[in-house]
């Protein structure tokens, strides 16, 4: 029996037995579409292979901007546009009175660093209110953790019987969405 | 088990001769007489060519910047200097280099191995599941505890008895109404700076800090041959009351030795200050012992997260270091109060560039170094972000002592770098020699399988 456009989800109820089927699915070279967790499983990522993130390269770009931004506004606003004598500061250039904005320009460097990497994130995550759930199984959000394979140009029968042999505990065939 | 090769002891020694060569060339070029000291000034101002050619502008231009910069002896009255009060002013800061230069070398590795116990007791008293593997390194690194502690003493000592005039509260008549030298501000804290309740407090830190040292060797000695935990749960207890002497007695050990060398300034977060500078130099010399070893074949179980955890340690510390320089610096900038500003006015005009530069050295250079995480796992990487941050908080210590004891009169030659490397040779010879007495790896400590696993 082949399956056309159908995908398999097989449900675990431990991590531990998860990751080994996630490591035997790759070694049989099942293509693995997602895995639904509970919560964070560590080295999931390594046994599906994914590529690590680039989240932290971003962030430290945003910082530079961040501080970039705080340096050319203070610069243009307390030395350039109006360089007031406040206090006896020493207002000529920027590097005399620079310790004076090094709190903001920490902050605004933390700040964009901080802010523009979430945004990063929810983006690339494809993340924002109203969004609808993707969830195959309101179980993976509680106690289940569920690894969806897809099924094309496979037996389904064998692929079940694999799948079962890795400890799933329920074998569901289900028809493609997209 | 390993073994002090004949190579690396005879380094040591080649370390220690030739600093105290270098040392001792310079030592007797140094003027030792007003006309010495007249005669070289002469000589740099020719040198220079300058336009301040006549005696009077000269020694008027001296005058001036020796009586606001504060920094050092004789005069702060703000009166003009005569030339032979100022040639007299300037022996005395050459008087004081060789002193400083063996003062800071010494203080230098002596804070490496103060701070190095500190964070061997922090491992226990947090239970860390990581460390357990370079614990042996960190209690060979604490072995220069006991020297470089009773060479410090000896040199306050010498300080105390008037051998040289590093802390001028010390000076004769300083504290008598009556005399020449009084001086009405370090009169009114010679209820503090007196020489024998320093010398009494310097000598109690001493023995608090190495009895720790001796109970906590002999504990983990005790664990490895015990069937129970029962040595290490003493360890953890002793790890957590040390701590707590530890932060009192550091604290007041870095007003003592180092802030009351400029005994008219006070910092609050000082003793902080010098303690991050302590932690991040003793962490990156744990880290590079670690390496060295490992690179020797030693340490087998010792992995690259382990070296990652140290990197980590060196770059928060070194961050942590520059929040601190800053806020002292910039509370003392911004409200530029006449009385604390001079710390860092003498420092910025006379030390400009090893003022920056340790900047660069402390914080850019680990900052952007030591910033990706999979530098941290190079070894090599994390070697050469080591030895700028050491050499960084040498420049750190330098800034520190130096404008307080010579002034303007400083210069890098052969009596620091000479001193330097007779101390680096002692430390080599001292840490390497211990961490060959006893197997680097703890037999039954409860938390080793922990750490041969650890993975990051």
Redesign the interface.
Known sequence: MSTGSHVIHALYTDDDVLMNAVKEAKKKHLHINEVYTPFPVHGLDKAMGLAPTKL?ITA?MYGCVGLTVAITMMNFIMIEDWPQNIG?KPSFSYIENM??F?PIMFELTVFFAAHLMVITFYMRSRLWPFKKAENPDVRTTDDHFLMEIDASGHDAQELADFLVGTGATEINLVANEE | MYTLSKNLKLTAFIFMAVGAILFAVDYYNLPSTTEEVAAMEAAHGDGHGGGHETEATHDNGHGEAAAHGETSSHSEGGHEMTPEEHNEHVLGQYQNKPWSAIYIAAFFFFMIALACLAFYAIQYASQAGWSPLVLRVMEGITAYLLPGSIIMFILLCLSSSHVNHMFHWMAEGITDPDNAHYDKLIDGKSGYLNIPFFLGRAAFFIIGWNLYRYFALKFSKNQDEATDNRWHKKSFKAAAMFLVFFIYTESIMSWDWIMSLDPHWFSTLFGWYVFAGMMVCAITTIALVTIVLKSQGYLKQVNDSHIHDLAKFMFAFSIFWTYLWFSQFMLIWYSNIPEEVTYFITRIEDYNLPFFAMLGMNFVFPLLLLMNSDFKRVNWFVVMAGIVILLGHYVDLFNMVMPATVGKSWSFGFVEIGSLLFFLGLFIFVVFRSLSKRPLEPKRNPLIEESKHFHY
């Open positions: 932290a430290f006896g310790p004076a090094v």
